[in-house]
């Protein structure tokens, strides 16, 4: 679609010259300079990070840099730190756990599982010879120390776990299903206050607490053809656990072990299946719960529900065996609450994590006693308490806590909400929304969430509820998540994931050189950008922000001295070299042009695309954080002209003052302005700083005599006001067209898209002719590709002009009535010419073009991002 409108500004060009950039900058510059610095050792935190999948040699637990074992992570754990050990691979090693951590601030092991059958446990344990004995952890002379979720294997006849002479030791959601060992997890070495929470043991003696031992606490865990054996360790806990044996004994409480409490269990010591138990072939060897005589004084038992199927006794109670309950009730005065029935137990075969369900008319529900000491916060499946609304409230306290390892839940409803933008705060923060309701009363939150953010190498799993993340860059933004009420035995549905689109506001500074080949200065040597080859830029720290912060950078990047022609392409590090042009010049040119480049590892790449050599000059302008400020785009206006009535040139080598402060309001702190060089008199440098500073050794516009030449430049206001030098022996007039600014209330925020081709009138459209227009609807990033991602308020882009026909201005501005007066790209005949530009998305999305010349040219856009509006 053209038109053709009457011209209302154009400054006319005039034939390109040699020229020089800045002169060099000394290469010690960059080793002085405090704004782009080597990035320091990686800042670890709360958490460290195992992955035998994603580490990296000489890591240190980070995020980026996780340890590739176990036991590096236990040899530098400190107190609070929690140690993230992520699904992958069997973990063969042997771990020993020899730093403590403090009765408040714990260290913690935590295997990272969620859904799938391959991540629902870590595995550790290996053996050393044929003949080796080795446990997978060794917790050994410590204090304060946490053990979370691990498959445990020990290897010979080593147990999985050995806790030895330590305290205040959790042992929480382990699997153990070896058969070699004797004992799946021994406590021993006079250990105290050693807790065994919500595991899963299978076969042997599946927990053995030895001699010496103080209160240990045993909860909430399931043993499946196994038992729990305590030996001389008086104090013991054994409330709310799950046993089934197979016609063997299943809690034995031997020696001396005084005071022990042994409630709300369920044992099922019959042969045969759950749902049909059969009599024992040796009765005498089913013992449910045995306590020898040394251990009866101060020992509780109550609120256990016993299948007595078997036909061995119920209790073993000092020198005597109860296979009625009412006369060991009669006898000892235990067991007033207990109970001797058919417990309605189900085996659920999940993987290498079985665990036992009741039915709902089981006698366990809603029985137990909810006052018992150390009964578990959650059951073995980290769910509440529920109230079953059809039983009876028979158990002591709340009165519907049931007994045995798992809880019976009521009918749920999971409410999901999308990823979305956090209003106010943070441009890079965002909101999820997770809730469930549930049909019975509980006494704490239900279920839990296994999430992965689009910016995070690993899960996380979280209680199930509402979560905020913070996006370290800009720009695609996504969240995967299972909901699971079983601990990821199970999962609810399938993983669901939503996207937005964050985006990053704007840190302007003063112009600082960070790269010129001719000087050494960002490169290893002096020599020019050879034909077709590129060089690299690395950016490791700006401000004190690591690389891995920044969205994008904003640099004007100049070409001098090439030997023929040609263009820069300036790109992200480890992307696909992009069909984009960022500075096009001609041999001997100097030329500068404004680019905007999205960050990915810290390092920028510069490629000459000529046959012959160029040198390359860049300053850096500023960058896009988390921190910073927001942007406004306004339709272009003039800010200054010199060439107006009462204006005159700049003088040689002086610099003026241009006061916004009536065209922007306060508070802004930066400007974007098109500031273009005409009728200068010998060739110079125009420079563009912050009011009140030093000029500083960058350029934003290189010149030679007669020449017209514009550049985007964004500058940080002081003041209301921005300083312009001219660095030259002649006079110039200059001219200079407002197009935004940052700050001031402004709130639009920048979302990396890009380098991409977006507009090329070559490839089909044909050139924009004499006083012609085109127009475009701006692209945006939308990831999910259903138009439900922010839309674009302004663009930002490389405008080039190519193969014009006769000298001429193009300009672009937004869609609708009015086409202000001013100008974006001044070219000549014949020769290709560029500018940066950021501009207004108009009605409908889209921006207009306008070609004003005599002649034609062709139009090519190259898209770098584009701004959104703030959250709301």
Known sequence: MRTSVLARFALVPLTVGGGLAVPAAPALAAATDATVAPVPAAAVGAELHVSNTRCVTGGDGSLAAPFCTISAAAAVVEPGQTVLVHPGVEYRESVVISRSGTEGAPITFRAVNGPGEAATVVKVGKRRGPGGNESAF????????????????????????????????????????????????????????????????????????????????????????????????????????????????????????????????????AGGPLDDAQPCRWPALATAIAVSAGSVPQTVADHNLIEPASGGPLYRWGATEYTSLPEFVAATGNGTHDIAANPRLSTVPMYDRPYYEIAPNSPAVDSADATAEGVSRTDLLDNPHSDAPA???????????????????????????????????????????????????????????????????????????????????????????QVTFTDFRWTYGAPKTSCTVVGAAYTALTPQRVLDTRAALGVPGTVPIPANTEVVLALPQINGMPAADISAVVLNVTATAPTTAGFLRVYPDGTTLPDASTVNFVPGETVPNLVTVPMSNGNLRIRNTASGTVHVVADLQGYYAASGSGFRSVAPSRVLDTRSTGGSAFAPNTGRTVDLSGRIPSGVTAVVLNVTVTEPTTSGVLTVHPYGSAVPMASNLNFVAGQTIPNLVMVPVVDGKVSIQNVSSGRTHVVADLSGWFGGGATDVFVPFGPTRIYDTRDGEGALGPNGWGSLTVPYLDPRDDKSAPQPTALVANLTVTAPTRAGVLTIHPNGPDRPTASNVNYVAGETASNHAIVGVGEYGIVVLFNNTSGSTHVIIDQAGHFIAAAS
Do not use: M
């Open 138 to 269: 060794t917790v050994r002379g410590v204090h304060d120390v946490v053990l979370d979720g691990f498959r445990a294997a020990g290897e010979g006849t080593a147990e999985a776990v050995l806790v030895d002479g330590s305290s205040r030791i959790t042992l929480d959601r382990l699997v153990v299903t070896e058969y070699e060992a004797p004992a799946r997890v021994r406590i021993t070495g006079e250990s105290a206050e050693v807790t065994v929470s919500r595991g899963s043991f299978v076969g042997g003696s599946g927990l053995v607490v030895d001699p010496g031992v103080r209160a240990a606490l045993i909860t909430a865990n399931t043993f499946t053809v196994s038992g729990v054996t305590v030996r001389d360790a008086p104090g013991t806990k054994i409330v709310g656990n799950t046993l089934t044996t197979n016609c063997t004994s299943a809690v034995d409480v031997t020696g001396t072990s005084p005071g022990v409490s042994i409630r709300n269990n369920i044992v099922e010591t």
């Open 391 to 481: 039983v009876p409230n028979t158990g002591t306290g709340s009165g519907y806590h049931d007994r045995g390892a798992v809880e019976v839940q009521g009918p749920t409803t999971v409410t999901e909400v999308p990823v979305r933008r956090k209003p106010g705060g943070n441009p890079l923060d965002v909101s999820v929304g997770l809730s469930v309701t549930t049909a019975w009363p509980t006494d704490g939150p239900l279920g839990k969430v296994s999430r992965s953010w689009s910016d995070e190498p690993f899960r996380r799993i979280v209680p199930l509820g509402p979560e905020e993340h913070r996006f370290r860059r800009a720009g695609r933004a996504c969240e995967t998540h």
